[in-house]
């Protein structure tokens, strides 16, 4: 079955280090991959996408990459703020191909960071 | 800058009601999605629409039904409610035209209590 895993429900940091979260997906094959960040009780804020022809990307303090053949994309913080506190959801259009006809956002369960001060 | 819009932010219904829920998508976006989210659990794609018509469906109870209206709102009617249903109702809205794979914008929820 189509299954998306994020590595760990809840993360503990240090400010000032990186915070590295990873997503796995088993029997999909997405042509890109979305990080969200939600915030307690509001919707979702959309932060990056990654297209399977890319290894990697960055905004900010944010990076992003990639492996297709490993499934995984590792979300990356740099010098993490107490502000980064938040659940960060990877997810991906079950559609195999970009510019399929459905559009569906698939959500992993997300991982609780916490920046400690 | 406008973003997606969901009314009411509260609702609280007995069991077997019916609820609706409204959904004013960003202008200019072509695509509405519907997602359901119980505590701690993960955002459930429920059903979406492109250009006024249904695009794929989810996880939607039969008791639920939507439909998008031609200034492109959206309600999201769910009926005999149940005490199960109780849960943060998201709207999100992208443009989906022309292959591109833009990020969809999420509205800021309804939650739903269900005694």
């Known amino acids: 079955s189509q299954k998306i895993e994020q590595n760990s429900e809840a993360l503990n940091i240090q400010e000032g280090k990186t915070a590295t979260l990873t997503c796995n997906y088993t029997n999909y094959s997405p042509a890109y991959l979305q990080w969200y960040r939600q915030d307690p009780g509001r919707g979702p804020v959309f932060l990056l996408l990654?297209?399977?022809?890319?290894k990697e990307k960055r905004k900010e303090r944010l990076k992003v990459t990639f492996d297709t053949t490993l499934k995984q994309s590792l979300f990356h913080i740099t010098a993490s703020q107490p502000a980064d506190s938040a659940t960060y959801l990877c997810?991906?259009?079950?559609?195999?191909?970009?510019?399929?006809?459905?559009?569906?956002?698939?959500f992993g369960k997300g991982t609780k960071l916490s920046v400690i001060p | 800058a406008a973003g997606v819009i969901q009314s009411p932010r509260h609702l609280i219904k007995e069991k077997r009601e019916t609820a609706t829920l409204k959904c004013y998508p960003i202008?200019?976006?072509?695509?509405v999605y519907w997602y359901q989210q119980g505590p701690g659990q993960d955002p459930q794609f429920l059903i979406s629409?492109?250009?006024?018509?249904?695009?794929d469906k989810g996880s939607i109870p039969d008791r639920f039904s939507a439909q998008q209206f031609s200034d492109y709102h959206s309600e999201l009617n769910m009926s005999s409610l149940e005490l199960g249903d109780s849960a943060l109702y998201f709207c999100?809205?992208?443009?989906?035209?022309?292959?591109?794979?833009?990020?969809?914008?999420f509205g800021q929820g309804t939650r739903l209590t269900v005694v």
């Open positions: 202008p200019r976006h072509d695509t």
């Open positions: 990654i297209r399977e022809n890319e």
């Open positions: 997810a991906l259009d079950p559609a195999e191909y970009s510019g399929a006809g459905s559009y569906q956002l698939t």
């Open positions: 999100a809205s992208s443009i989906r035209g022309s292959g591109k794979n833009t990020e969809a914008f």
């Open positions: 629409f492109y250009e006024k018509m249904q695009s």
